[in-house]
């Protein structure tokens, strides 16, 4: 059995952005996208069959996509859906009419021509840069250009030479990476970044307070064991975490699982005294046992990893959980694992 990757740790892991030298890798968007997401910032295009958004990362962001991003993504959707607007675009779709108004009387965004935005052209980084840009109190006549925004948030540690006049390929998930960029960049003259100017506002990334990580302690024929405990950077554990439903490509799990640190720490004992050696799960707060129809899993899966010469089908367990913070705060959790399975192991 081996882990292919964490994706889609919404709400959970602390997402370390780190701009690369080149574009951002497709794991580093997905998980801005799910940090943003985790803060009612960034919708997907739809829902899937398990109720886990569908960010559709490859797709090319149009300008009315991208001023609808913009305004979620400083916490203005609700000022911009109850407010009313006029602007002299008179090619706007009516479900981008309150984004590009809130937008346009805000000064966030102009349109293309006199009285036309062109809300179905592909938008540009520059466009997008210079939308966030003006968000965080810039001005693109003073402060930067909005042709080469890239120069300004460069400095800034938004980007950092990913985009320039060359730039020929823009998607849903560059917006996603710049976004959750721009959450850890200080606003115009002022010492706070733009989370701290969120937070004021109450929108805050409320899972951030515990970091964690899973750890598969079990591997059996249909049946996988996973850990669950805070990452040694977390300023906070759950009391509890439960894991409420679970699915291995999209077929249901039979689940058994141990809620608490205690919990597990007893189940722990119960299994050493039945085994040669001691099994502990330090600082655990959660064990979760994982039962499905292993061949039907496989059978269902749609990606499949080569290693040591052999192919494996990938398993994907989708589930939906909900972590409690010491003060009582509950968070609720979708958490999507990528495993193959190439042998088995574990005494759980």
């Given at each position: 059995?081996k882990?292919l990757?964490?994706i889609?740790?919404?709400?959970?892991?602390?997402?370390?952005?780190?701009?690369p030298?080149l574009?951002?890798p497709?794991e580093?968007?997905?998980?801005?996208a799910?940090?943003l997401?985790?803060m009612g910032l960034?919708?997907?295009?739809?829902?899937?069959?398990?109720g886990?958004?569908v960010?559709?990362?490859?797709?090319?962001?149009?300008?009315?996509?991208?001023?609808?991003?913009?305004?979620r993504?400083?916490g203005?959707?609700?000022?911009?859906?109850?407010?009313?607007?006029?602007?002299?675009?008179?090619d706007?779709?009516?479900?981008?009419?309150?984004?590009v108004?809130?937008?346009?009387?805000?000064?966030?965004?102009?349109?293309?021509?006199?009285?036309?935005?062109?809300?179905?052209?592909?938008?540009?980084?520059?466009e997008?840069?210079t939308?966030?840009?003006?968000?965080?109190?810039?001005?693109?006549?003073t402060?930067?250009?909005?042709?080469?925004?890239?120069?300004?948030?460069?400095?800034?540690?938004?980007?950092?030479?990913?985009?320039?006049?060359?730039?020929t390929?823009?998607?849903?998930?560059?917006?996603?990476?710049i976004?959750?960029?721009?959450?850890?960049?200080k606003?115009?003259?002022?010492?706070?970044?733009?989370e701290?100017?969120?937070?004021?506002?109450?929108?805050r990334?409320?899972a951030?307070r515990?970091l964690?990580?899973?750890?598969c302690?079990?591997?059996?024929k249909?049946?996988?064991?996973?850990?669950?405990a805070?990452?040694?950077?977390?300023?906070?554990?759950?009391?509890?975490?439960?894991?409420?439903?679970?699915?291995?490509?999209?077929?249901p799990?039979?689940?058994?699982?141990?809620?608490?640190?205690?919990?597990v720490?007893?189940?722990?004992?119960?299994i050493?005294?039945?085994?040669d050696?001691t099994?502990?799960?330090?600082?655990?707060?959660?064990?979760v046992?994982?039962?499905f129809?292993?061949?039907?899993?496989k059978?269902?899966?749609?990606?499949?990893?080569?290693?040591?010469?052999?192919t494996?089908p990938v398993i994907?367990f989708?589930l939906?959980c909900?972590?409690?913070?010491?003060d009582?705060?509950?968070?609720?959790e979708?958490?999507a694992l990528?495993?193959?399975?190439?042998?088995?192991t574990?005494?759980?």
């Amino acid at each position: 059995m081996k882990k292919l990757a964490t994706i889609l740790l919404t709400l959970a892991l602390s997402l370390s952005l780190t701009v690369p030298a080149l574009a951002a890798p497709a794991e580093e968007e997905e998980a801005a996208a799910w940090r943003l997401y985790s803060m009612g910032l960034f919708l997907g295009t739809g829902i899937d069959e398990e109720g886990f958004p569908v960010f559709s990362l490859e797709d090319a962001p149009t300008r009315a996509e991208g001023v609808t991003m913009l305004v979620r993504l400083i916490g203005q959707e609700k000022a911009a859906l109850e407010g009313t607007w006029t602007t002299p675009f008179e090619d706007v779709p009516a479900w981008a009419e309150p984004y590009v108004g809130y937008a346009y009387a805000n000064g966030l965004t102009n349109g293309t021509r006199p009285n036309g935005f062109d809300p179905d052209l592909p938008i540009s980084p520059s466009e997008y840069l210079t939308f966030v840009l003006r968000a965080m109190g810039y001005d693109s006549g003073t402060d930067f250009a909005w042709d080469s925004a890239w120069t300004l948030s460069d400095k800034l540690g938004i980007t950092d030479g990913q985009y320039h006049a060359g730039t020929t390929s823009f998607d849903r998930g560059d917006v996603a990476w710049i976004s959750a960029n721009a959450l850890t960049a200080k606003v115009k003259d002022s010492d706070k970044t733009l989370e701290a100017v969120l937070a004021d506002q109450g929108i805050r990334y409320e899972a951030g307070r515990c970091l964690w990580e899973e750890e598969c302690v079990t591997c059996q024929k249909g049946k996988l064991v996973f850990s669950f405990a805070p990452t040694k950077g977390s300023k906070e554990a759950y009391t509890s975490f439960q894991v409420t439903s679970a699915t291995a490509n999209g077929l249901p799990c039979e689940i058994e699982q141990y809620t608490t640190p205690a919990k597990v720490k007893d189940q722990c004992r119960k299994i050493s005294r039945r085994e040669d050696f001691t099994v502990t799960l330090p600082d655990a707060f959660g064990l979760v046992y994982l039962r499905f129809d292993e061949a039907a899993a496989k059978e269902a899966a749609t990606e499949t990893v080569t290693a040591n010469q052999l192919t494996y089908p990938v398993i994907t367990f989708k589930l939906h959980c909900t972590g409690t913070l010491k003060d009582g705060t509950q968070v609720q959790e979708l958490v999507a694992l990528d495993y193959y399975i190439d042998g088995y192991t574990g005494v759980f």
